[in-house]
């Protein structure tokens, strides 16, 4: 062998012990590197890289991860931001038929009046007209939608249109008429129709449109699959990629199960709540709390102890702001309440509960605290949602000794800033979506969007905020930075549903559900939160929207 030969043996094997070199990192399904990675850890890391195997994350720092990982997708982030996606931990998603009109976008009754208009020439004389999602707050004319503007757009059409929030809606003339509505017709348990100046009705009925609504035809779930399977995908395109379904029902579940068992793994991770039928009922069922897998999941109790401030009905301590005796309702009696609470809670179920009005907190508190008395359970983690009238201090208190905890929509600050301003005052004003104070009592806040809006940077800017619509500022020392308001939005809602161990932050072990986000919402001006955008969400380690 000549001594040329021989160099050249030895270079060749000099390459191939650096392939073997090279081969010795572990292979992963994807890497994202080059970005700010907010991971939401107990320390609040700010890391650079992550490695992806299947469906979880197995390895989070800087870039000299890439010594040790690698992988034939691997993902340049150009320094953007990577965070946990985002978990609305009380939200309402459905389907909708082909009668329903989507008002969330609209911005006055003119424009309202021409598509009623253009859906009654879709549909023909004498078919029901549907929507949600209207505002006076938003409306050119600074008013709501009436019953004489609805006759004026479909006559020969009974139409109902909900608020946004879902706790008023208006009816035109023949809705009333078919629903037997009259001058005449007493005020409904817990809600109230409306009569304008001249002593006619309006047609707006608050808290219980049920007496319209109740004969309007109930579409099939074949008539609206396709429209929520939309409306679930469209959660992606905002980063959301865990929430709880706040009004489910054990009849509704398996509708649910036939959705994600068709599309598993391509939607966002679903929990949900179900309302009380009764202990035959439950047991029938067959489920309870935190039943399912990681991508549905039977979620809390939903009880509805109150109304709201669309109505407004919300029940308080004090008279309305501007009224004499007015404090809102409550939507069940106290009997009814004790009664679900215990066998509910006896059942081993968690609940989240809806309490808006102060008056309404402090009962559900006590009646929480009572059947945790009677029956302790170390991990209950029962929960209110809303808690928009702060209650006392004695109350909150109550519910950190016992560990009942809050998911809290700082959005409604923002978007109900006209209704609070009309309906409440002092420090019942100043406070209202309270974040900071319960927080400082000890409490557990998660923070969702109960749809007004859905979008979590609406939330996230009026957590750091806490501006109105207007610009008002409302109690500004009930503010989050902006590194506790997507703790808020993303660990703090995983664990109301049980699943902190494996969602809600960027760690090894946790699943891959992250999103990029196109500015850096930890350096942005606030008041620039809103114009943040979503560029990716990664389900699972896939990517499964890209803007």
């Not at 965070?83 to 459905?94: A, K």
């Not at 020439?121 to 007209?129: D, M, T, V, Y």
Request: proline share 5%.
């Amino acid at each position: 062998m000549t001594r040329t030969t021989t160099t050249l043996i030895f270079c060749l094997a000099l390459f191939a012990c650096g392939d073997a070199e090279i081969d010795e990192r572990t292979q992963v399904d994807a890497i994202l590197h080059n970005g700010k990675v907010i991971t939401i850890d107990a320390d609040l890391s700010i890391a650079s890289a992550v490695a992806i195997n299947g469906t979880d994350i197995v390895a989070v720092g800087g870039e000299e991860l890439l010594e040790s990982y690698k992988s034939s997708n691997t993902v340049d982030l150009g320094g953007k931001v990577l965070m946990p996606g985002f978990i609305d931990s009380h939200t309402h998603l459905r389907g909708r038929p082909q009668r329903f009109i989507d008002l969330t976008r609209t911005r006055s009754i003119e424009e309202i009046k021409a598509q009623v208009t253009s859906k009654a020439i879709e549909l023909g004389p004498g078919e029901w007209i549907t929507g949600y999602g209207w505002s006076e707050d938003v409306m050119a004319e600074l008013r709501r939608p009436l019953r004489n503007d609805l006759d004026e757009a479909a006559p020969d059409n009974p139409v109902l249109l909900t608020r946004a929030g879902g706790h008023s809606a208006v009816a035109n003339s023949m809705a009333l008429r078919l629903a037997e509505v009259t001058l005449t017709t007493p005020q409904p348990e817990n809600g109230v129709i409306e009569r304008g100046e001249d002593g006619e009705l309006n047609g707006v009925i608050r808290e219980r449109q049920d007496i319209v609504s109740r004969l309007i035809p109930e579409p099939t779930n074949e008539d609206v699959r396709d429209s929520l399977i939309g409306v679930l995908q469209e959660q992606l395109s905002l980063g959301i990629t865990s929430f709880t379904h706040a009004t489910g029902s054990i009849e509704s579940y398996p509708e649910w199960e036939t959705i994600y068992g068709l599309h598993r793994g391509t939607l966002p991770r679903a929990t949900i709540q179900v309302f009380w039928e009764g202990p035959d009922a439950m047991t029938a069922f067959g489920k309870k709390t935190g039943d399912g897998d990681e991508h549905l999941r039977v979620g809390p109790i939903k009880i509805f102890v109150d109304g709201g401030f669309t109505g407004p009905a919300a029940f308080t301590k004090e008279p309305y702001k501007g009224e004499t005796d007015y404090r809102g309702t409550l939507s069940l009696t106290l009997e009814e309440l004790t009664t679900t609470i215990s066998e509910a809670h006896a059942a081993g179920w968690q609940f989240g509960i809806h309490a808006i009005g102060d008056a309404a907190i402090e009962l559900t508190i006590d009646e929480l605290a009572a059947a945790l008395d009677e029956l302790p359970r170390e991990d209950h983690r029962h929960y209110l949602n809303h808690f928009t009238v702060m209650p006392s201090a004695e109350s909150m208190d109550k519910m950190a000794a016992y560990g009942i905890a809050i998911t809290q929509q700082p959005n409604f600050t923002y978007t109900l800033d006209g209704r609070y301003s009309a309906y409440l005052d002092g420090d019942r004003l100043k406070h209202n979506n309270p974040l900071r104070t319960p927080m400082n009592h000890g409490i557990h806040v998660a923070i969702s969007s109960d749809i007004l809006p859905i979008g979590p940077m609406v939330g996230i800017y009026a957590a750091v905020t806490r501006k109105g619509m207007s610009g008002t500022v409302f109690g500004e020392e009930e503010s989050l930075t902006v590194m506790e308001a997507l703790r808020g939005y993303t660990l703090y809602g995983a664990w109301l549903s049980f699943e902190e161990d494996r969602k809600g932050s960027i760690e090894p072990g946790k699943l891959a559900d992250m999103i990029v986000l196109d500015q850096d919402i930890l350096t942005i001006d606030p008041d620039h939160i809103m114009d943040i955008n979503v560029e990716q969400t990664w389900l699972g380690g896939k990517l499964v929207y890209e803007r």
